[in-house]
């Protein structure tokens, strides 16, 4: 299969959850194919064009499609997670769906400078809080977050760089739930070799349960508010 090929079907895999991709997402693979024949050399925008289809033209996301908004993650923390989908750190347990489609995107851009322009690009982005989607006891969810994850993540969520800890106040709810849940089943994280990962892997054994982890989530959200 020739490359172009191979790319564009790359791209409508990861960016579909319908068997015939819409016209949407066929013109942003179009368009990343056309930019990748460029190598590392295009623009981020250009580059961009592979994960519009699923995030949105300005990083807002679509929890339909399972894609978190980027307007507010923080540009270290994005660029770290394209390395990890793209060398197969993270995305390749059979069970994580959503994962092999990131490793697919991931996987067509070429090199680290690529991933590098693709991110300063997203950075451009105005950075906006994402909506709540989530109801539970915050009060709970405030206990449980001072004393198991605000040593890391911080008193407001806010992350740290040094630690490698991404912010969270202001990510999608929706998404930090789906993600705490995959660290706790060992879809993410239960790599050894992925260090941060299994920082989280391991703490996603420390909630008792569900409940308790969404009234978490709910209570990093009004940290935003």
């Given at each position: 299969?020739k490359?172009?090929?191979l790319?564009?079907s790359?791209?409508?895999?990861?960016c579909?959850?319908?068997?015939?991709?819409?016209?949407?997402s066929?013109?942003?693979?179009?368009?990343?194919?056309?930019a990748?024949q460029?190598?590392?050399?295009?623009s981020?925008e250009?580059l961009?064009?592979?994960?519009?289809?699923c995030?949105?033209?300005?990083?807002?996301g679509?929890?339909?499609?399972?894609?978190?908004?980027?307007?507010?993650?923080?540009?270290?923390?994005?660029e770290?997670?394209?390395?990890?989908?793209?060398?197969?750190?993270?995305g390749?347990?059979p069970?994580?769906?959503?994962?092999?489609?990131?490793?697919?995107?991931?996987k067509?851009?070429?090199d680290?400078?690529?991933?590098?322009?693709?991110?300063?690009?997203?950075?451009d982005?105005?950075a906006?809080?994402?909506?709540g989607?989530?109801?539970?006891?915050?009060?709970?969810?405030?206990?449980?977050?001072?004393?198991?994850?605000?040593?890391?993540?911080?008193?407001v969520?806010?992350?740290n760089?040094k630690l490698q800890?991404?912010?969270?106040?202001?990510?999608?709810?929706?998404?930090?739930?789906?993600?705490?849940?995959h660290?706790s089943?060992?879809?993410?994280g239960?790599?050894?070799?992925?260090?941060?990962?299994?920082?989280?892997?391991?703490?996603?054994?420390t909630?008792?349960?569900?409940?308790v982890?969404?009234?978490?989530v709910?209570?990093?959200q009004?940290?935003?508010?």
């Amino acid at each position: 299969m020739k490359l172009p090929i191979l790319l564009l079907s790359l791209a409508l895999a990861a960016c579909s959850n319908d068997p015939a991709p819409n016209a949407n997402s066929e013109q942003a693979a179009s368009a990343a194919v056309a930019a990748l024949q460029n190598s590392s050399s295009a623009s981020g925008e250009k580059l961009y064009a592979a994960c519009a289809a699923c995030h949105g033209a300005s990083g807002e996301g679509n929890k339909a499609l399972s894609a978190p908004s980027l307007s507010n993650q923080q540009s270290w923390y994005l660029e770290r997670q394209l390395v990890g989908f793209r060398s197969g750190l993270r995305g390749s347990h059979p069970d994580d769906a959503f994962g092999a489609q990131m490793q697919a995107i991931a996987k067509t851009l070429p090199d680290d400078a690529a991933i590098k322009s693709v991110v300063a690009y997203i950075g451009d982005f105005k950075a906006k809080p994402a909506a709540g989607t989530l109801t539970g006891n915050a009060k709970r969810g405030a206990d449980y977050y001072s004393n198991l994850c605000g040593a890391c993540h911080g008193p407001v969520a806010e992350g740290n760089e040094k630690l490698q800890v991404p912010a969270l106040a202001g990510v999608d709810d929706w998404y930090l739930l789906q993600q705490f849940d995959h660290f706790s089943k060992g879809l993410r994280g239960s790599d050894e070799s992925d260090r941060y990962g299994y920082q989280m892997y391991m703490m996603g054994k420390t909630l008792p349960d569900a409940e308790v982890a969404k009234d978490v989530v709910v209570y990093i959200q009004s940290l935003a508010d």
